[in-house]
């Protein structure tokens, strides 16, 4: 969706997940040359495998994460990190990009991401030029506080010119990604008594927020919840991190509702730019699994060029800068840094 959007061409050669639901959405819409059920099953050093220019993967992030048992790489799904390691060695395209959690940086002292680190260095006996940097999405367009660590390589014999992770912009309310106000909603419109952990949520802190002062039902705030009350979170003007376990969509203050599959769709720098052939909670968990467009579209606008992967005549458009530069004072306003050396090669199949 990010190419699409940047205009490139492309091959979409492979994809792998072991989720049917995601499978059925992907061969629907973006239907690769081939299909993988399970990457760890998945022979790499077969002709039968395709090589790519580009491989962009997000290994499981349960292991690492601080909502999981952070049982590192001693949990089986920890090891898919080097299933994708052993498709780099084989096939080496030309760049790849690899996101996981934050906590992937501090797990067990540090030691986990140095390990991934050194893995990721020794491919091809130092092939890769290899960056890293933690970003969120609220810093590059949209308003989810969902900070990732993610990793680029570009392998040396391809590098054009210096790849540049993107620089942050100005911070955007959670209003631009939600549908219009038709009436302002009641104290009286909470989530269902069945549901009741949503509802106490809910109720609870609409009444702390009034307390406090704030008037929830005007100004918007996102409340996670379905938590559990000692985890229970809420934010002004931006939401929570998406996450697959909250396929259901917080609940938003300022309509007496919950998110729908449009507003988490545009909270991860999305639009409804396909079919759904899945129930809204199936893809509200896939939403919440995915990797943030806005961060996918401005990474490869720096590494498209860096990789040797797009041609001179092919410059890549940044909505993202450039919406925050339309948005900015014209004192603050500054022009976007742009490849160097950009390739006089035409974009290839990624």
């Known amino acids: ?34 299909w993988y059920d399970d990457l760890m099953t998945r022979d790499n050093n077969a002709a039968s495998t395709p090589a790519v220019d580009i491989y962009l993967a997000g290994f499981p992030c349960q292991p690492f994460s601080a909502a999981g048992l952070q049982k590192g790489f001693k949990d089986k ?15 080496l395209p030309r760049a790849f990009i690899l996101e996981n959690v934050k906590r992937l940086i501090s797990h067990d002292g540090g030691n986990t991401f140095e390990q991934i680190m050194h893995s990721l260095k020794g491919i ?3 092939a890769y030029e290899i960056q890293t940097k933690l970003l969120s999405s609220q810093d590059h367009g949209v308003p989810q506080s969902r900070p990732r660590i993610y990793i680029i ?3 040396k014999d391809c590098k054009q010119c210096n790849f540049e992770f993107p620089e942050p912009v100005a911070r955007v309310s959670i209003d631009t990604c939600l549908d219009p106000v038709k009436r302002k909603p009641t104290l009286e419109e909470l989530p269902p008594k069945t549901n009741k952990t949503a509802y106490n949520n809910v109720r609870q802190v609409l009444k702390d927020l ?38 259901s969509g917080f609940w938003v203050t300022s309509r007496g509702r919950r998110m729908n599959v449009d507003e988490m769709l545009r909270c991860q720098g999305m639009q409804r730019s396909f079919k759904q052939v899945v129930s809204d909670r199936q893809l509200g968990a896939q939403i919440g699994n995915a990797m943030s467009q806005n961060i996918i579209e401005r ?51 990624a």
């Open 124 to 126: 091809g006996g130092g």
């Open 153 to 155: 390589g570009i392998r």
């Open 210 to 247: 009034i307390a406090e002062g704030v008037k929830p039902l005007a100004k918007t705030h996102i409340i996670d919840c379905d938590a559990s009350p000692a985890f229970r979170s809420v934010m002004r003007d931006r939401t929570m991190c998406m996450t697959k376990s909250r396929a």
């Open 77 to 91: 799904r920890g090891m898919v990190f080097y299933g994708c390691c052993d498709y780099i060695e084989s096939k």
């Open 1 to 34: 969706m990010g190419l699409i959007k940047l205009k490139v061409p492309y091959e979409h050669m492979f994809s792998c997940d072991i989720d049917r639901h995601v499978k059925t959405q992907i061969l629907k819409n973006f239907p690769p040359k081939k």
């Open 299 to 349: 990474l490869l606008v720096k590494l498209l060029p860096a990789a040797g992967l797009v041609s001179q005549d092919q410059p890549l458009h940044d909505r993202w800068a450039a919406a925050a530069r339309r948005a900015a004072p014209a004192s603050k306003r500054s022009a976007s840094s742009s490849c160097d050396r950009p390739s006089k090669k035409r974009a290839r199949k």
